[in-house]
């Protein structure tokens, strides 16, 4: 089966960086997705990250160990309306069709 | 851009009724999906279909049922609503490895 644990909640200060982190045990893996949820709105697409190393794509970057089950999630020059949940997840099975998610880390940013 | 639309923001109903929550997507894909998403426990799978008129069980897929008649419309279906149920429902619809998702539908169950 699948397992991700992400911190619950995280609070960082606008202009700086916070890294969110991400581990996961999966059967076989298949790509990792980060998402971004704003209080009572839907999850929108943020990264997928399927081989190791570094992507980024303006303020927000995502990074994946395949060998240590790890990814994270880096967020620069936050600002407020970075406030959200942010969703880790890993398609269900290898191959499958529907993702697995974690709880999501809430961040917090204050001035 | 991929768009995914559901029917209602906002729902209320009441102990016993039924319930139809519709999901449409304009991109011709095979795959939807339908979770719920409560407090503390992340989104959970009900439902998934792979194409017309056929559907697979998620994780809790107790007392719902879906419906997928046409390609781009997937609906579910709370058979007898109860207050346990609850709950933000999200479609989402899949394009390569991506889901995407509709913006949610609060409902309560009185």
């Known amino acids: 089966g699948q397992n991700i644990d992400q911190p619950t909640e995280m609070t960082a200060t606008e202009g700086a960086i916070v890294q969110i982190n991400c581990t996961y045990q999966t059967s076989g893996f298949n790509g990792l997705f980060w998402y971004q949820q704003h209080a009572g709105e839907a999850p929108t697409f943020l990264s997928y990250n399927v081989l190791d190393g570094l992507e980024e794509k303006g303020r927000f970057s995502s990074f994946l160990s395949r060998s240590k089950g790890y990814s994270y999630l880096l967020l620069k020059e936050l600002q407020m309306k970075d406030s959200a949940s942010y969703l880790c997840a890993v398609p269900d099975q290898p191959g499958a069709n529907n993702l697995f998610f974690g709880t999501g880390t809430r961040l917090t940013v204050i001035p | 851009d991929v768009k995914v639309t559901q029917s209602s923001r906002y729902l209320v109903k009441r102990t016993g009724e039924k319930v139809f929550l519709e999901c449409v997507q304009d991109m011709d894909h095979e795959n939807m999906f339908w979770y719920r998403q409560d407090p503390g426990l992340g989104l959970r799978l009900i439902y998934f279909s792979y194409d017309v008129k056929m559907k697979e069980k998620g994780d809790i897929p107790e007392g719902y049922s879906v419906s997928r008649e046409k390609k781009e419309r997937f609906s579910l279906i709370l058979e007898s609503a109860s207050t346990n149920q609850t709950s933000m429902y999200l479609c989402?619809?899949?394009?390569?490895?991506?889901?995407?998702f509709g913006p949610g539908t609060r409902l309560l169950v009185l």
């Open positions: 989402a619809s899949r394009v390569a490895e991506t889901q995407y």
